[in-house]
Nanobody, 118 residues
Framework: QVQLVESGGGLVQPGGSLRLSCAAS????????MSWYRQAPGKERELVAAISSGGSSTNYADSVKGRFTISRDNAKNTAYLQMNSLKPEDTAIYYCYGKSRWGTDAYWGQGTQVTVSS
């Protein structure tokens, strides 16, 4: 069955780094654009970063530009989010999202908690 499994979240001090991973199975990963979203308590889910199916195109929320990097390894069916210079306002549950190139199917992961605190 289709699965997106996030990992790599945790507690980190301000200024620190984390690398999130999203392992995909049950579908043709290379046919899917991948994104990372986050949702903080009391706030709506927001797009953090996205990458095209082939990896040639990326985009980022203004709040994370220059600090976060999205990437993917289609041979490993895995997407990544490298997060540097973390701030307390980056605290949220981070979700992986995959959408097919044709827009016909889309999947969410279960989320991983990221907490930035001293």
């Amino acid at each position: 069955q289709v699965q997106l499994v996030e990992s790599g979240g945790g507690l980190v001090q301000p200024g620190g780094s984390l690398r999130l991973s999203c392992a995909a199975s049950g579908f043709t990963f290379s046919d899917y654009a991948m994104s990372w979203y986050r949702q903080a308590p009391g706030k709506e889910r927001e797009l953090v970063a996205a990458i095209s199916s082939g990896g040639s195109s990326t985009n980022y929320a203004d709040s994370v530009k220059g600090r976060f990097t999205i990437s993917r390894d289609n041979a490993k069916n895995t997407a990544y989010l490298q997060m540097n210079s973390l701030k307390p306002e980056d605290t949220a549950i981070y979700y992986c999202y995959g959408k097919s190139r044709w827009g016909t199917d889309a999947y969410w992961g279960q989320g991983t908690q990221v907490t930035v605190s001293s």
